[in-house]
C-alpha cells in the first residue's frame, strides 16, 4: 500500500517559515520525481515545487527566492522549507510521487500518487 504522509504545517506570521516533511513508504522512492502542490480555497491545484532523483528542482514563480524543496532518499522522504512567507502562501499543502519515467513532474495529470494535504496559513 502506497502511503505519503505529510507533516509540519501550521499557523504562522507574515514573514515567518514553515518546513514541511512528506514520508514516503509502499513504492519506489529514489528514482521517482516527486513534488509539492497547494490549493486555496475557491483556486485550482497549483505547483509550487518540484525534484527529481537526481535533486534537479523546479520552482513556481511565486515561491522562487523564498521556497527550498530537497529530498533524503535513505530516508523516502521529500521536504519543503518554506521562508518569508506571505498570506498569499496561505493553502492547502500536497505531496505528490509522480509516475516513473520522468525526470522532472510539473503537471497534475502526471502524479501517480497524492498526500493527503496539510494546511498551512500565514496571518498578516
Known amino acids: 500500500q502506497v502511503q505519503l504522509v505529510e507533516s509540519g504545517g501550521g499557523l504562522v506570521q507574515a514573514g515567518g517559515s514553515l518546513s514541511l516533511s512528506c514520508a514516503v513508504s509502499?513504492?519506489?522512492?529514489?528514482?521517482?520525481?516527486m513534488g509539492w502542490y497547494r490549493q486555496a480555497p475557491r483556486k485550482q491545484r497549483e505547483l509550487v515545487a518540484t525534484i527529481s532523483g537526481g535533486g534537479s528542482t523546479v520552482y513556481a514563480d511565486s515561491v522562487k527566492g523564498r521556497f527550498t524543496i530537497s529530498r533524503d532518499n535513505a530516508k523516502n522522504t521529500v521536504y519543503l522549507q518554506m521562508n518569508n512567507l506571505k498570506t498569499e502562501d496561505t493553502a492547502v499543502y500536497y505531496c505528490?510521487?509522480?509516475?516513473?519515467?520522468?525526470?522532472?513532474?510539473?503537471?497534475?495529470?502526471?502524479?501517480?500518487?497524492w498526500g493527503q494535504g496539510t494546511q498551512v496559513t500565514v496571518s498578516s
Open positions: 509502499g513504492t519506489i522512492f529514489s528514482i521517482r520525481a
Open positions: 505528490a510521487g509522480y509516475r516513473l519515467g520522468l525526470r522532472l513532474g510539473v503537471s497534475p495529470a502526471d502524479v501517480a500518487y
